[in-house]
């Protein structure tokens, strides 16, 4: 039985696995926020993000590289054999969770009151939410470790059936709760939609728990079959995860610390150039709500293959495979590119479009379609940092986003009072352009990585491009002759979808390798070589 354990997924069955978790978790955090910006409107949304914010600051110093750590150490040790010593660093992890997430629950429950205070949040009406979200760090910390035990197995079902559960109870909660509450004004409506993420922390907690109850003994099996006697002192597998876990928490909480700096001066410099404070939350609402959650949705490929990487370039790294990580970070970064590019286009053309048929706010698609080209260089940057990581260098790709980021202030500081909410996307997409490239250029002399942009981009930017003509002609014409919004807009959607896989099978942009290993992957791969695309 606990040859279960080691039939491992490849690394385009746990980025396809936990792909299309993340699409429907996605999905579901931009449907549900239609009706929440319905209830809450454009002001009550900007009052909900900042203890999202906040939170996502206390997870990250916590806990967020958890995942990583531990899978990176218990995929090394299992490809070692070190049975015994993988799952017992994962209980040292779950150890320190407990102690890490229990601290920081308490420090945002009984601190958010002087982050006001101190000038730290901008939004006095957000205390409640600050409140409400706190308990939610504990549960996400333990989370983690669990996370991290089953990403490091490359059992990625496990993690995308936590993730589901957790989205699916937070959707329905935050709407129930911010509905309820919403007749006792708007900041508690605000603060009960935040309470709704502690459900789905629950939720996702208690369902990994009852998976490694199911698989306890299958591990404790394979444990008994380790007779290396290698066993890793406490200390020294808390330093190995935390010198992994910290650098990639570095850079969730660098992420975290900008999304506070651009609530501080997008407010502030918008208020400068004449809008009022109200006008001002409504504006940053929109870009970190609304145009924000349709990007999120576009790198949905990306997240996956960047957490797929670590556990499978770790193991290879063990083994000094570096032509195998070679491949495995090519082939990663050429889907993310594929999917990537389609994506940005479908956000620019039809910005305006696709936040009016899910808010009901035009006027977002205004950052939205700033921010669309960062789509692309989110995604070269989550594909190499994943494989960075795997690498045991998980400072790099942080330094680099911190570089980017510096840009990312300055440029928001400066050009808001002047370009509006349109700045603070520009800067955002700055800070992947500039991670991105660094990474590549690290990836290059870490692994002798050479990036072939002419094989990425020669059949997807022409298939992009036709995609977009199509795009264009499908919603003008149904525009003209329906009118409206709605359908219009859906169709040119879905011609998109069609048009562009057609365009890049005709230009050769997919080939038999690219699919083969996918579920189900190898009648596609075979119809492939026979019509020359192998």
């Known amino acids: 039985m606990a040859r279960n354990l080691l039939n491992k997924q490849t690394v385009l069955q746990g980025a396809l696995t936990l792909t299309a978790a993340w699409l429907i978790i996605r999905i579901l955090g931009a449907v549900y926020r239609i009706p929440l910006g319905r209830l809450l409107g454009d002001e009550g949304l900007g009052i909900y993000a900042v203890p999202n914010q906040i939170y996502l600051l206390f997870f990250t110093l916590s806990s967020a590289g958890i995942p990583v750590a531990v899978a990176s150490v218990v995929s090394e040790k299992m490809a070692r054999g070190h049975f015994r010593d993988a799952l017992r660093t994962f209980r040292v992890a779950r150890f320190a969770m407990l102690v890490l997430g229990g601290t920081f629950s308490l420090l945002l429950f009984f601190g958010a009151g002087w982050l006001i205070e101190a000038g730290l949040v901008r939004i006095p009406e957000a205390y409640l939410g600050m409140r409400a979200i706190a308990p939610v760090i504990f549960f996400a910390a333990v989370t983690a470790a669990y996370r991290g035990l089953f990403q490091g197995l490359q059992n990625m079902r496990a993690v995308a059936y936590s993730q589901l559960a957790d989205q699916v109870m937070l959707v329905g909660a935050t709407l129930l709760f911010s509905y309820l509450l919403l007749p006792r004004g708007l900041s508690i409506a605000a603060a009960g939609a935040n309470l709704g993420a502690v459900p789905g922390a629950v939720g996702a907690t208690l369902m990994l728990v009852f998976i490694y109850r199911q698989q306890r003994r299958d591990m404790l099996e394979l444990a008994a079959q380790d007779f290396s006697m290698a066993r890793e002192g406490t200390l020294s597998l808390l330093r190995r995860i935390f010198s992994v876990a910290i650098p990639v928490s570095f850079a969730a909480v660098a992420m975290s610390v900008t999304h506070l700096i651009d609530q501080w001066l997008i407010i502030d410099r918008l208020q400068l150039a004449g809008l009022s404070h109200q006008q001002s939350v409504a504006l940053f609402g929109q870009f970190n709500q609304m145009a924000m959650a349709f990007v999120n949705i576009s790198i949905a490929l990306a997240v996956s293959l960047g957490a797929s ?212 992957g190898g009648r596609v791969a075979a119809f492939l070589e026979r019509i020359g695309r192998g």
């Not at 050429?334 to 990537?340: I, K, S, W, Y």
């Not at 005709?506 to 390798?513: D, I, K, P, Q, T």
């Open 309 to 520: 990487l670590v556990p499978a370039v770790s193991e290879s790294f063990a083994k000094q495979d570096m032509d195998r990580i070679r491949y495995q970070l090519g082939q990663s970064l050429r889907l993310a590119v594929l999917f990537a590019l389609p994506a940005a286009a479908g956000l620019y053309l039809l910005a305006p479009q696709l936040t009016q048929l899910l808010f009901a706010e035009v006027e977002a698609g205004v950052p939205l379609a700033a921010l669309s080209a960062v789509v692309v260089f989110w995604s070269v940057h989550l594909v190499t940092a994943g494989a960075l990581q795997g690498m045991g260098k998980a400072i790099v790709p942080v330094r680099n986003l911190v570089c980017g980021i510096i840009f990312k202030i300055a440029i928001t500081y400066y050009l808001t009072p002047t370009l509006g909410i349109r700045a603070a996307a520009y800067g955002t997409v700055v800070i992947f352009l500039i991670a991105s490239l660094l990474n590549m250029v690290a990836m290059s002399r870490l692994a002798g990585m050479r990036f072939n942009l002419w094989d990425m981009l020669s059949r997807s930017v022409p298939a992009t491009l036709v995609m977009s003509a199509g795009v264009l002609a499908v919603y003008k014409v149904a525009q003209l002759e329906m009118g409206g919004n709605t359908l219009p807009t859906l169709l040119a959607v879905a011609a998109g979808m069609v048009i562009y896989p057609v365009a890049l099978l005709v230009l050769g942009g997919v080939r038999a390798e690219d699919v083969r290993r996918l579920p189900g």
